[in-house]
DNA sequence: ACCTTGTGGTTGATACGTCAACCATGATAT
DNA sequence: ATATCATGGTTGACGTATCAACCACAAGGT
């Protein structure tokens, strides 16, 4: 139990700063992140709604509400396929903007508030629980 | 950055089934469980608001928010001191029997979802994080 | 033709988190 | 005495997360 509150203490303080220095900066939150991040990296700016919420391993009421609020702020596009019922989302000329000006802010906080702690023992042991908690 | 979401990725799997577990037998959040614990733990089962606040590293609008919630449920109380303007929570009966429930599937789903998963060096490496993360 | 099942998505309700504004009161400074 | 500040808490607004219900359409089975 003290092990559970250690760990979840850290992932809890660590993971706040990383957030909070990419919000401070460039008003985007973890999962506006996310979305813009993977629209580029896996689809070159536009995917379609089921593969973004595959990859992001979100459900998809939630990724809906997103792309909903996305939308409303001028981050993405949503328009419908006619081949099927799918929707694709399209990265806007701004959330492109954005998302560049967030990825060195992110890397940064990243290796500044958690990789810099790390011994090389550290990733070790964190690479080998990732795995093990893969299948329950 | 794969290290990152190695980590990010362990802490929801293995948060997320620990909560679940919990919230699924006891109908109780990660919030009301912290609540109620440290009512017990620290105060046999009274505290001041702000107490409770320090303990739980909430500000005091959360805690505030999330105590209007349990008491409308039935598991605390507030009243209001005569010394000074502060409020003392108490766990209601109810309150102290779910709990009492609650505490050993915790243990339990901890110890199946996380302790188990983890070797001596792993805890050495939780142990130490949780040190250096403490000053950022 | 009709019923079920599956896919892809939306919507509403409710719980949770965060921020800023507010309020009452006591302590301190001028 | 009056202004200022600190303490302890509440409130409202808004973003986020989850659940269940819904809708439209396509494919298969009867």
Request: proline share 2%; glycine share 8%; hydrophobic share 35%.
């Amino acid at each position: 139990m003290r092990i559970w509150n250690m760990w979840k203490g850290s992932y809890k303080r660590i993971f706040g700063r990383v957030v909070k220095e990419m919000s401070e900066y460039t008003g985007l939150s973890e999962g506006d992140f996310g979305v813009l991040d993977r629209l580029v990296q896996f689809g070159n700016g536009k995917l379609r709604q089921q593969e973004l919420a595959d990859s992001m391993d979100w459900d998809k009421s939630r990724l809906s509400h997103h792309l909903t609020r996305m939308e409303k702020r001028g981050l993405v596009l949503r328009k419908p396929l006619d081949t099927d019922r799918g929707v694709q989302i399209t990265i806007t000329a701004s959330g492109k903007s954005i998302l560049d000006q967030a990825l060195p802010i992110v890397s940064k906080a990243i290796r500044k508030h958690f990789l810099d702690l790390l011994t090389d023992e550290d990733i070790e042991s964190i690479t080998k629980l990732a795995v093990r908690s893969k299948t329950p």
